[in-house]
């Protein structure tokens, strides 16, 4: 287990010092409320910063609102403080603020619960607003200006793992013919989809951001996701489950509006294997990325050769028709896919 600290933490850190010395120096009562809406609102982007810090303030408006108005009613009430949440939460779920509710509660309750013999409580609820637009405020500039994140840099970086992880799981599924786990490419695709949304959201005021990146990192997570699928029908057809090859050929006829009765037969098994194998040679070269040669057929020692002529072979079966009719595509020259890139 590596200890570090990371960025974020450190702006946090910077961020809480600069609310409490701001809240010294205007001589605020509590600065504690103005730190607490700094460590909300300090997010992994400027745009993010921005959101938690909306959230916030929608949610400190409804609770400090409730809260001075049955605060000036009495205080300390125990029964009003119930009812209050009640009347907050409803408040917040009707203007579609789902994400202030716990915020305007908590706002709510320090003013019911804190306000002092003789304080106003209309005064006291101001007070917390103006507190929490001071903890943001300090959040998303410092967020902006210490640093700011490099986020062309991860989303470059989370392509990158993609794209090493795909090339050697393809490699190693192809050439034993099954049998490998690629599951965490799922995990680096969902990665990459993060780092591209976080890319395209963040707040950008001085036009650096490159849309010529983001369109192509769209355009290839559309390919990376073809492969994965490709792979993963591979893992299906060579799974040693017997019953998982039998539903993978129910599922197959059936979307093909077609009645299963059984399972695929090997000959189908065979010509859509290497139908899927095509697909992944095609996609790897339209990456860029390398092709593997030595590639296993395991499915090819099932299917035995007929020794019938062929005019007299048995008719094929539904399924066999149906992928045979493919099979022309499904060994296609690797050198003929054009680079879409």
């Known amino acids: 287990m590596r200890f570090s600290i990371g960025m974020r933490n450190i702006k946090t850190a910077v961020a809480v010092l600069l609310c409490v010395l701001i809240s010294f120096a205007l001589k605020l009562e509590y600065p504690f409320y103005a730190a607490i809406a700094t460590v909300i609102a300090m997010e992994s982007s400027i745009t993010s910063s921005y959101a938690a810090g909306k959230n916030r303030t929608m949610g400190t408006l409804v609770g400090a609102a409730f809260g001075g108005l049955f605060a000036f009613i009495e205080p300390h009430n125990a029964y009003l403080s119930a009812l209050g949440i009640v009347c907050v939460i409803a408040v917040c779920n009707l203007l579609k603020w789902n994400k202030s509710v716990s915020i305007a509660c908590i706002v709510f309750l320090a003013i019911m619960l804190n306000l002092r013999d003789g304080e106003p409580a209309f005064a006291y609820a101001l007070h917390r607003v103006l507190d929490t637009l001071l903890g943001i405020g300090v959040a998303v500039l410092v967020n902006y200006f210490l640093i700011p994140p490099k986020h062309d840099r991860n989303l470059e970086k989370a392509r990158s793992t993609v794209r090493r992880h795909l090339s050697s799981l393809a490699r190693q599924l192809l050439r034993q013919g099954g049998g490998i786990h690629i599951s965490p490419l799922k995990k680096d695709l969902a990665a990459l989809q993060k780092a591209c949304d976080t890319y395209k959201e963040e707040f950008d005021p001085v036009k650096s951001k490159s849309h010529d990146l983001v369109s192509r990192i769209e355009q290839e997570l559309d390919v990376y996701r073809n492969t994965y699928s490709h792979m993963r029908m591979i893992r299906l057809l060579t799974d040693p489950d017997p019953q ?47 092709v593997p040669t030595d590639i296993a057929y395991p499915l090819e020692s099932a299917v035995q050769p007929s020794s019938q002529p062929k005019s007299q072979s048995a008719p094929e079966d539904a399924a066999a028709k149906k992928t045979r009719s493919a099979e022309a595509p499904a060994r296609p020259d690797p050198s003929a896919v054009s680079n879409r890139f």
């Open 244 to 290: 998982g090859v039998a539903s993978l050929g129910t599922s197959l006829l059936q979307a093909s509006n077609q009645k299963a009765e059984s399972a695929l037969s090997p000959q189908s098994q065979a010509v859509i294997y290497r139908y899927h194998v095509a697909c992944i040679l095609g996609e790897l070269q339209t990456l860029g990325l390398t």
